[in-house]
Antibody, heavy 119, light 109 residues
Framework: QVRLQESGPGLVEPSGTLSLTCAVSGDSITSDNWWAWVRQTPGENLEWIGEVYHSGRVIYSPSLKSRVTMSIDKAKNQFSLTLPSVTAADTALYFC????????????WGQGTLVTVSP | QSALTQPPSASASRGQSVTITCTGSIRDIGVYNYISWYQHHPGKAPQLLIYEVTERPSGVPNRFSGSKSGTTASLTVSGVQPEDEAEYFCGVYAGDYKLFGGGTKLTVL
């Protein structure tokens, strides 16, 4: 069974950097799948942030492309998200997910981690 | 690209059927069949219910079904059960990006 677990600080100060990690079990981070981040802001739609492949190739949402960085840690079988210069608008429930390469399907998700941007 | 539109809430009595819609545009749902539906209980990982409009992963009860007409996708729950009370959201792969709906809270009366 594939499982994903997000981790990281639940509180980040404005203008600080949001850093999250997603630990993967039941699958290898080097398998033929992409690994994604999605967030749900209060009262808003889910928003695709971007995705990363084990080769290091990344695809980011145009709306966040200028700020976001995703990377893979093969040794720890995990991937990460970094978002600098955060504001209150970045307060959200952040999910990580696996994307099947052959049909672009997000088939497994983590339970999400709430990140609040506040002084 | 705009997000997908779902009604914020829906309700049904146990045993009844309910349909949740997901409206997009000619640039996403209207042209792509990579449409999926998820069930989300708060505090738990979203679970895949439907993919490629109508396909159901193994283990998902057959009371869940999906369809599409034009720029609107739909999820139907036939014979709603108490454990179906949850949030349901749709998603679509539209080439260079992925879009999601805002979620529909299903209440089982």
């Amino acid at each position: 069974q594939v499982r994903l677990q997000e981790s990281g600080p639940g509180l980040v100060e404005p203008s600080g950097t949001l850093s999250l990690t997603c630990a993967v079990s039941g699958d290898s981070i080097t398998s033929d799948n992409w690994w994604a981040w999605v967030r749900q802001t209060p009262g808003e739609n889910l928003e695709w942030i971007g995705e990363v492949y084990h080769s290091g190739r990344v695809i980011y949402s145009p709306s966040l492309k200028s700020r976001v960085t995703m990377s893979i840690d093969k040794a720890k079988n995990q991937f990460s998200l970094t978002l600098p210069s955060v504001t209150a608008a970045d307060t959200a429930l952040y999910f990580c997910a696996r994307i099947r390469t052959y049909d672009y399907l997000m088939d497994y998700w983590g339970q999400g981690t709430l990140v609040t941007v506040s002084p | 690209q705009s997000a997908l539109t779902q009604p914020p809430s829906a309700s049904a009595s146990r045993g009844q059927s309910v349909t949740i819609t997901c409206t997009g545009s000619i640039r996403d749902i209207g042209v792509y069949n990579y449409i999926s539906w998820y069930q989300h209980h708060p505090g738990k990982a979203p679970q895949l219910l439907i993919y490629e409009v109508t396909e159901r992963p193994s283990g998902v009860p057959n009371r869940f079904s999906g369809s599409k007409s034009g720029t609107t996708a739909s999820l139907t729950v036939s014979g709603v059960q108490p454990e179906d009370e949850a949030e349901y959201f749709c998603g679509v792969y539209a080439g260079d990006y992925k879009l999601f709906g805002g979620g529909t809270k299903l209440t089982v009366l």
